[in-house]
């Protein structure tokens, strides 16, 4: 097993080739770029969804409801593939751009209903106070609603981004070269299976383990605020 590991891993994949681990390496790199910008991109739209969905206006809200229907009732796989053969079809834009494109679109919808559910927990009356005290409804969301939700919805949020960083795994399917691309790059190069989809394995794993981490550190931490 170890001479396995050092072939696939260690030895150069062919003449002027880098080895297995460094392809790994750049796939890791790559998945999180697009992790961490559909992250920014997701919450930036998902919050802005959220409080169209929390509108009393129905030019609001009926918007935001079709969007989010429209991403939560179609695989992200498809939406992938939109952006890249439809929309960017004629435009010359790298993967990378067109892969945060299509998980930060995604991710919002998600976003949207876990802050929108944030929003509701908050109690009613704290708005009332805010609009009695002279604040605008649009001051009172951002200084006092949101914040709460916020502390609400942690655990939820990181379980969505921790979903997002697995999710990426389809960028493959639009000629990106992820952290699973890699991988299965490094399969049809060595002929092994085994060493190249366990190591992707264990490190998406430990991914997703360290980011459960921090995000239980931080909550932690609000919570004794």
């Not at 790559?30 to 169209?52: C, E, P, R, W």
């Not at 010359?92 to 802050?115: H, L, P, Q």
């Not at 997703?208 to 909550?219: G, K, P, R, Y």
Request: net charge positive; with cysteine.
């Amino acid at each position: 097993m170890q001479d396995r590991i050092i072939r696939c891993l260690f030895e150069p994949l062919g003449t002027g080739q880098p080895n297995g681990l460094s392809l790994l390496i750049n796939g890791l790199g790559n998945t999180l770029l697009i992790t961490f910008g559909a992250v920014l991109l997701g919450a930036f739209l998902g919050v802005g969804l959220a409080v169209m969905r929390s509108s009393e206006k129905r030019a609001w809200r009926i918007p935001a409801f079709l969007y989010i229907e429209c991403v939560r009732g179609t695989p992200v796989l498809v939406q992938l593939f939109i952006i890249n053969f439809v929309v960017f079809a004629s435009v010359a834009v790298d993967k990378w751009t067109v892969a945060i494109i299509a998980f930060g679109i995604n991710s919002a919808a998600y976003v949207s209903e876990i802050v929108r559910a944030g929003i509701n927990a908050v109690a009613e009356g704290q708005m009332q106070a805010a609009l009695s005290l002279g604040m605008t409804k649009a001051a009172a969301m951002r200084h006092i609603i949101l914040p709460q939700a916020f502390k609400k919805i942690l655990p939820a949020l990181g379980n969505e981004f921790i979903v997002l960083i697995k999710e990426t795994s389809v960028v493959g399917f639009i000629g990106g070269i992820d952290l699973m691309r890699a991988g299965d790059i490094l399969r049809s190069k060595t002929y092994d299976a085994v060493v190249p989809l366990f190591t992707v394995a264990v490190i998406y794993l430990i991914l997703t383990v360290a980011l459960s981490q921090i995000l239980q550190a931080v909550e932690r931490k609000w919570s004794r605020r």
